[in-house]
Each structure stands twice: as structure tokens, then as C-alpha cells.
């Protein structure tokens, strides 16, 4: 796998949106995720979107307002954020797995990209 680039951080007010992309070549036959880190937490799984069959599985946090979408023709991945709140402020990463399952552990990706930073004020 081709290491994934993200795209669309940036700063939102409280309620606003924010739609990030990920891109790689070949990104159109993995599992994608997206993972984020807030200063001084752990890595946290947000959204995942399954390959050939597009299951995907979200955080319970992100459920109903982040919505995970894949274009196979254009090899990449959105994750729409809606009624962003403070607490999603993160530097958000994409990741991608050589899997037909879907799975929430950053163990199971194999190529990650550098991440795109999400602040949310209040």
C-alpha cells in the first residue's frame, strides 16, 4: 500500500463542518480508516470503511455526525464531519489495510499518512 495523504484539516467554530480526504494509488482495494490523536491521549479509532463490500463501522463518539464515504474511481476516502465539537479537536490519520474486514485496531493498518489537523473552538 501506497502511504495515504490526507487532505481538508483546518479550524471550525463549534457546530461547523469539516470533510477530509484521503488519498493513495491502490487505496480503491483496502480497508481504510481514519484515526485521530488529541494532545497528550492515545490514538482512537474514529471510522472505517470496508473493501469491496463499503460496510463501514464508527466510533460511538462520531455516530451520527462523522460519515465515512469511499470513491474507488478516484482512490480515496471522505470523512464528512458535521456538528463538530471541541472535544474532536485531533490531528486526524487516514490508514490503510490490506483486509476484506472491517477492524478498529490501528495494529491491523499497514500504511499510514502523515495527518491533517482538526481544531474545533468553542
Known amino acids: 500500500q501506497a502511504q495515504p495523504v490526507e487532505s481538508g484539516g483546518g479550524l471550525v467554530q463549534a457546530g461547523g463542518s469539516l470533510r477530509l480526504s484521503c488519498t493513495a494509488s491502490r487505496l480503491s482495494q483496502a480497508l481504510v480508516g481514519w484515526f485521530r490523536q488529541a494532545p497528550g491521549k492515545e490514538l482512537e479509532f474514529v471510522s472505517a470503511?470496508?473493501?469491496?463490500?463499503?460496510?463501514?463501522e464508527s466510533a460511538y463518539s462520531v455516530k451520527g455526525r462523522f460519515f465515512i464515504t469511499r470513491d474507488d474511481a478516484a482512490n480515496t476516502v471522505y470523512l464528512q464531519m458535521n456538528n463538530l465539537k471541541p472535544e474532536d479537536t485531533a490531528v486526524y490519520y487516514c490508514?490503510?489495510?490490506?483486509?476484506?474486514?472491517?477492524?478498529?485496531?490501528?495494529?491491523?493498518?499497514?500504511?499510514w499518512g502523515q495527518g491533517t489537523q482538526v481544531t474545533v473552538s468553542s
Open positions: 490508514a490503510a489495510a490490506n483486509s476484506l474486514e472491517l477492524s478498529v485496531r490501528p495494529a491491523d493498518y499497514v500504511s
Open positions: 470503511v470496508s473493501w469491496p463490500d463499503g460496510d463501514t
